[in-house]
């Protein structure tokens, strides 16, 4: 068995990205958190104000015997919207852009050869950052498995569940039973 292997995103809501990957075959661990930004270790409150820096960005422990990087990226990539600037649906700033934070050469350049493949399926261009992973700041831990324990929330009913439904119908074969 190969060593297990980290991937850094974002993509608007953490709570949204977590419900997602979590369900993913292959996926050890998912943790919400922030990155990207310039002061250490925020709280949930200062990064929610945008001045920060950070992006709501999850970090995804795999095993790439059982997905790949790129399998990641690509469900990511095809997940949320990555051509809106700083937005994903209603919620809007800084600290909900569409960003992939790179671990080595070899996952930028993945992310690369991604960010061009699905290009053709969106009308305008894709914004989403790709940059060097510097540090990862877990958000408190309300705010970690968030859809699992909340289900009847109102807005993992209205925002998550459709997400998770088309997940379903887009990668079935990939979901953890």
């Avoid at 075959?25 to 104000?49: A, D, L």
């Avoid at 600290?95 to 290009?119: C, G, P």
């Avoid at 699992?148 to 979901?175: F, G, H, S, T, W």
Wanted: proline content about 5%; charged content about 25%.
């Amino acid at each position: 068995m190969k060593h297990l292997s980290v991937v850094t995103f974002g993509g608007g809501c953490f709570w949204c990205i977590e419900a997602l990957i979590q369900r993913l075959k292959g996926v050890q661990s998912v943790q919400s958190g922030f990155s990207g930004g310039f002061i250490k270790n925020p709280p949930y409150r200062e990064v929610c104000t945008g001045r920060t820096g950070h992006a709501e960005v999850i970090q995804v422990t795999f095993n790439p015997d059982i997905i790949s990087y790129y399998d990641l990226i690509f469900i990511f990539m095809t997940s949320h919207d990555p051509t809106t600037l700083n937005r994903q649906g209603a919620d809007s700033g800084t600290q909900y852009r569409s960003i992939v934070l790179y671990h080595n050469q070899e996952q930028k350049e993945i992310a690369e050869k991604v960010f061009d493949e699905v290009q053709p399926s969106y009308p305008d261009a894709i914004v989403t950052e790709l940059k060097p992973f510097e540090v990862f700041y877990k958000a408190e831990e309300d705010h970690q498995n968030y859809y699992n324990d909340n289900q009847e929330a109102r807005y993992c009913q209205l925002v998550i569940d459709p997400k998770i439904q088309k997940l379903k119908k887009m990668y079935a074969d990939r979901l953890v039973k």
